[in-house]
């Protein structure tokens, strides 16, 4: 059974900071691009940022300089390291797993961790 628990979420105050976590079982970790994505109340899930089972990694235009993924493969988890938050980022956290090996892509979605930015 896979699963994805992400942790870390919280209230916090605008230019504060959070880090995220998103411990994985069930898969081979270290195969697994990782993303985290987010949904703000009435908006589409976007995409924050990836990193890919080699470490490459890239990050939406409105988090660069403030947000960092990285992952423990020895951990068997992603994290999201949060910084100057501003209001615009409260939303709800989505850690994602995917892995693709033509034909087939296998895919995972964690239970979503609310992040709030407000004074």
């Known amino acids: 059974q896979v699963q994805l628990v992400e942790s870390g979420g919280g209230l916090v105050q605008p230019g504060g900071s959070l880090r995220l976590s998103c411990a994985a079982s069930?898969?081979?970790?270290?195969?697994?691009?990782m993303g985290w994505y987010r949904q703000a109340p009435g908006k589409q899930r976007e995409l924050v940022a990836l990193?890919?089972?080699?470490?490459?990694?890239s990050h939406t235009d409105s988090v660069k300089g403030r947000f960092t993924i990285s992952r423990d493969n020895a951990k068997n988890t992603v994290y999201l390291q949060m910084h100057s938050l501003k209001p615009e980022d409260t939303a709800v956290y989505y850690c994602?797993?995917?892995?693709?090996?033509?034909?087939?892509?296998?895919?995972?979605w964690g239970q979503g961790t609310q992040v709030t930015v407000s004074s």
């Open positions: 994602n797993a995917r892995f693709t090996n033509y034909p087939h892509e296998y895919e995972y």
């Open positions: 069930g898969i081979i970790f270290s195969i697994y691009a």
């Open positions: 990193i890919s089972s080699g470490g490459l990694t």
